[in-house]
């Protein structure tokens, strides 16, 4: 059973930075694609970032670019999001998605088969 694991949420003001880290047990880094979601309060999930773990391309949503970078360390089974100049309109419950079924877009949340459980980032203006 893949099981992945958020951490690094927590709140923070209009401008600052936060880490996200997913860590996954079992499912090993290969030529996958593997995501970031969030989803606010009222609205549906959306696609923040998504990373291809073959070869590192990258695909950001218009409203993060060049705020958020999302990376892994294959070596620790581990995904990354870095999130800086935080806006309140970033405030969610961000999830690590992996293993691309293929059937939707890489940022589409059908698209994905394991899930984290989420971790809250709250920013206050």
């Known amino acids: 059973q893949v099981q992945l694991v958020e951490s690094g949420g927590g709140s923070v003001e209009t401008g600052g930075s936060l880490r996200l880290s997913c860590a996954t047990s079992?499912?090993?880094?290969?030529?996958?694609?593997m995501a970031w979601f969030r989803q606010a309060p009222g609205k549906e999930r959306e696609g923040v970032s998504t990373i291809y773990t073959g070869g590192g391309s990258t695909d950001y949503r218009d409203s993060v670019k060049d705020r958020f970078t999302i990376s892994t360390d294959a070596a620790k089974n581990t995904l990354y999001l870095q999130m800086n100049s935080l806006k309140p309109e970033d405030t969610a419950m961000y999830y690590c998605a992996a293993f691309w079924k293929g059937d939707y877009g890489i940022l589409d949340v059908r698209a994905y088969k394991y899930w984290g459980q989420g971790t809250q980032v709250t920013v206050s203006s």
């Open positions: 079992v499912y090993t880094f290969g030529d996958d694609y």
